[in-house]
């Protein structure tokens, strides 16, 4: 896989329905414990709510689960995977939290209300596609720093850190799929006077060139 889509950040979005409260909380995960961590999180905050259903969905093992909580089979905790399946999300958990206002919905309205409160807070969300990166480090004299930053944007690498001192240092990762193109423009353009490490490759947040 090239890349995946994920949010970026925890977030919360609420709904309420025949005064019952629907209260989606959606977090980043990597792994199954991660994402067991955070369910129990939400849980342990929201002690006296009627039900905490949750959905997950990870790269690792293709791990998929899901939990209607007390609710009707298939009426909370399903509709809300298929909300993150329809995102084309991975690598994301949602615990929807329902404090039960005395009105029965139904089974349809029971799945219309988990399903648009994972919608509710994926708008507030930041989702971003994640690509394989390279993460390098490279050092260049100030004269070739110009010819290194026109690059370095030609490819929007993204740039983690700058440091001025005797030579430039700049950590920066690009696409994996980019990086040998880079390096021969690198070289056709500094003529080889440069030092490049590649310090790790993971995948992170890009934007498509």
């Known amino acids: 896989m090239s890349y995946y889509k994920t949010i970026l950040e925890s977030c919360c979005g609420e709904l309420t329905e025949k005064k019952s409260k629907f209260i989606c909380s959606i977090c980043p995960v990597k792994t199954e414990q991660e994402a067991i961590d955070f369910i129990n999180k939400i849980k342990s905050e929201h002690k ?12 690792q093992n293709n791990r998929i689960r899901y939990s209607d909580d007390g609710e009707p089979k298939s009426t909370a905790g ?10 084309e999300l991975t ?7 329902r404090y039960f206002g005395g009105i029965l919905l139904g089974t349809g309205g029971l799945v219309r209300a988990y399903s648009e409160a994972v919608k509710i807070a994926l708008e507030k969300s930041i989702i971003a596609k994640m690509f394989l990166c390279k993460e390098c480090e490279i050092v260049v004299d100030y004269a070739l720093y110009g010819k290194l930053e026109f690059i370095l944007n030609s490819y929007k690498a993204v740039i983690r850190n700058c440091d001025y001192s005797d030579e430039v240092r700049i950590s920066f990762y690009i696409k994996e799929e980019q990086f040998g193109k880079l390096v021969k423009d690198l070289n056709d ?5 440069f030092d490049l490490e590649v310090i790790s490759e993971d995948f992170l947040p890009y934007e498509e060139v």
């Open 189 to 193: 353009t500094l003529a080889a006077n």
């Open 48 to 59: 006296t709510a009627r039900h905490n259903t949750y959905a997950y969905i990870l790269q």
């Open 91 to 97: 690598d994301v958990a949602a615990v929807v939290t």
């Open 78 to 87: 399903l509709p809300m995977l298929q909300v993150l399946q329809k995102s």
